[in-house]
């Protein structure tokens, strides 16, 4: 099977809003980073862009060593690649800073996110929980 999980596309809900781009937002428009939800319903404070996404997961290249690492340390910030079918999502929907869920509950965040006559691939980083 060539997309044998499901992932959800989630966005930081911000003072631009989850459907804005930041250059959309003009002048002072305070703090518009990720924050703590107060919101029960919603205590990451995401807006769920995409549900039920086939997707493939791989591990990609190795993360990186620390400063201060032995050469049997293991490396820190592994990196992983999301494939998405061309149909996921609209060109340009999926956004770097995005926030992959899989259907394993680990959460990845874009770092590169682009598309072309294959389909999607996300470059990411997975979260510490």
């Known amino acids: 099977m060539l997309y044998p999980r499901k992932v959800e596309i989630h966005r930081l809900r911000t003072v631009a809003g989850p459907g804005t781009s930041p250059t959309d937002v003009i ?16 205590p990451q404070g995401e807006a769920i862009l ?20 032995l050469p049997q340390d293991a490396v ?17 929907a999926i956004r770097d800073r995005d926030i992959v869920v899989d259907d394993e509950d680990y959460r990845y965040e874009v770092g590169q996110a682009y598309w072309n ?11 510490e929980v």
């Open 27 to 42: 002048g002072l428009t305070g703090y518009s980073g990720a924050e703590a939800s107060t919101d029960p319903a919603d």
């Open 50 to 69: 995409y549900k039920d996404i086939p997707a493939n997961i791989q591990a990609a290249a190795t993360g990186r060593k620390r400063d201060s690492a």
């Open 76 to 92: 820190s910030n592994p990196t992983w690649d999301i494939f998405l079918p061309l149909t996921a999502a609209p060109r340009g």
């Open 117 to 127: 006559i294959l389909g999607w691939k996300l470059m990411c980083i997975r979260l």
